[in-house]
């Protein structure tokens, strides 16, 4: 999502709930997250906006928990059950998706494929 | 006893009940004033190496009244007088002409060399709140405010003093310009200002009013044609220079109180007219111009770009200094946003104060303090300053060391 000065940011946004699975001791999402407010944005390849900062879905295991609820690469995390995801470390957001007593986590992503085809949507009325 | 501070706070005292456009008329006809007088000759010989003017020195000293005496400080000839509420103090800051004649009569004969060498006119950087509780001892509400200014800034900034004549608002903006400016702005790159004196003059002779502060066998045109290439090759070579040492040394080169430096500052003001007749002209076409030109115009004594330049700009380093709004015109015309801070208006909203107000994100800022509105010094970013030359604050870079982590889930 890139933005231009004075002109409010929208976003087309999905909702997402994960299952978390059990394997033993450990709850897997099926998922890698990169970028964070201590990292560096110029090298995240799923951004509009290279100085974005954001929390970007990297990897998705194939049949995994994610994949299954729908989260694809290159998706942005905007939240965490509620908690925001745009202005946080990579660190913090790791814990923010990984706490133990958190059977589910539930997303907001925003995905760019899914603003182009509200934007063709628009345009065709 | 009764004493009173001006304004200035370094170069030699102006004036501040006056409106600096005004002709001053400097020389004092009350008795007892001879050794005022030779202690004038001296300083205007030590600063300034040009032709005199007979009444419009850009040396000028102001005196108003009788008891209001000047103390002047050894090494660069600073005039300065008291606050006349400056009574709690228990610092005897007056000090009589006899003293300071003496002093000087002390200096002049060992420096009798020096004062053929060019003076620096900017000072090199020093720590402002050092400064402060140097200058602004005493316990008057005043004192207090401008020492509460300075404080607030002092962990940000060192102070650069400017000489303080009639050019030291052009002088400190050259000088950030010189010292600080990142890159060279799109104006200079895209035109060839060289062109620009002609353009002007062919409009009804437009520049035959100009006046300069040192002799040349030019006409008025060629001159300024002179003086905007000096200004943009020194800009070119500011913008270039390696590391900060090398800048420094630059500037250090240009602030010697040359012919070098008055071309630059008038190729300042010439900036300032063309600028102002264009605006001028978008004014009387109905297109948007910026606020101040309103200001600018609305004055009976500049109610066009001629009558400015005849009335004010070409005043401008001789028996004046820039009002506000011409301060507005100076940083528009740059396209350099002017930010200057304001001591005396410390705890109100003008603290800080943009000249102009209407591009502060997007031209590069030019930090300048002023005490008093009438002379302006320059503040040099601490090196650890956490905001970036537009104000924004800079990021810290990672801790660790891996900035492009991905973590399985």
């Given at each position: 999502m890139s933005f231009i000065p004075g002109q409010p940011v929208t976003a087309v946004v999905q909702r997402i709930e994960i299952l978390k699975l059990r394997d033993g001791d450990n709850l897997i999402l099926g998922f890698s997250i990169g970028g964070g407010i201590d990292q560096d944005p110029s090298q995240n390849p799923f951004s509009e906006d290279k100085a974005d900062k954001g929390i970007y879905v990297t990897r998705v295991s194939e049949g995994g928990p994610a994949e299954v609820a729908g989260l694809r690469v290159g998706d942005k995390i905007m939240q965490v059950n509620g908690w925001d995801m745009t202005m946080v470390t990579h660190d913090q957001a790791r814990k923010r998706l990984t706490k133990k007593k958190e059977d589910v986590v539930r997303l907001l992503i925003s995905r760019k494929s899914l603003e182009e085809v509200v934007r063709q949507s628009m345009m065709q009325r | 006893m009764k004493k009173s501070k001006s304004g200035c706070d370094s170069g030699l005292q102006q004036s501040h009940n006056k409106k600096p456009k005004k002709n001053h008329g400097s020389t004092p006809g009350t008795p007892g004033q001879k050794a005022e007088e030779k202690s004038r000759a001296v300083i205007k010989d030590a600063c300034f190496s040009g032709p005199e003017r007979s009444t419009n020195s850009s040396c000028t000293m102001q005196k108003?009244?009788?008891?209001?005496k000047p103390r002047s400080s050894s090494q660069e000839h600073l005039m300065k007088t008291s606050s006349a509420e400056d009574e709690k103090s228990d610092l005897d800051l007056y000090r009589g002409e006899e003293e300071i004649a003496e002093e000087l009569k002390k200096q002049h004969q060992p420096d009798s060399e020096a004062v053929v060498e060019a003076q620096s006119s900017v000072s090199a950087a020093e720590d402002l709140q050092t400064y402060s509780e140097k200058e602004w001892r005493g316990n008057t509400t005043k004192s207090q405010l401008i020492r509460k200014g300075y404080e607030a800034i002092a962990s940000e900034f060192r102070l650069c003093r400017v000489?303080?004549?009639?050019?030291c608002a052009l002088r400190a903006t050259l000088f950030q310009v010189l010292s600080q400016s990142k890159k060279l702005p799109a104006w200079l790159q895209d035109?060839?200002?060289?062109k620009w004196p002609k353009e002007l003059h062919?409009?009804?002779?437009?520049?035959?009013e100009w006046q300069f502060p040192l002799e040349s066998k030019k006409n008025n045109v060629q001159h300024l044609e002179q003086c905007l290439d000096l200004l943009k090759k020194k800009w070119q070579e500011a913008v270039q220079c390696k590391s900060l040492a090398e800048r420094e040394r630059m500037s250090q080169q240009v602030f010697r109180g040359l012919n070098e430096e008055y071309e630059l500052l008038e190729a300042l003001k010439f900036l300032m007219l063309r600028t102002a007749a264009q605006l001028h002209l978008n004014m009387e076409k109905g297109s948007d111009v910026p606020e101040f030109c309103w200001l600018l115009f609305a004055r009976d004594s500049s109610k066009c770009p001629k009558t400015f330049l005849t009335n004010h700009l070409r005043h401008v380093g001789f028996s004046g200094g820039l009002e506000q709004v011409e301060m507005c015109l100076l940083g528009h015309s740059l396209q350099q946003t002017i930010k200057v801070f304001r001591l005396y208006k410390?705890?109100?909203?003008?603290f800080i104060t943009y000249?102009?107000?209407?591009?502060k994100n997007d031209w590069p800022h030019l930090v300048l303090l002023t005490e008093d509105d009438r002379h302006y010094n320059a503040l040099i970013p601490k090196k650890s300053s956490r905001f970036d030359e537009y104000g924004r604050p800079k990021w810290n870079p990672p801790s660790d060391g891996q900035s492009n982590l991905t973590t399985p889930l």
């Open positions: - | 108003q009244h009788a008891d209001k000489r303080g004549d009639n050019y035109s060839d200002i060289v062919s409009d009804e002779n437009f520049l035959k410390c705890d109100t909203e003008e000249y102009p107000n209407d591009h």
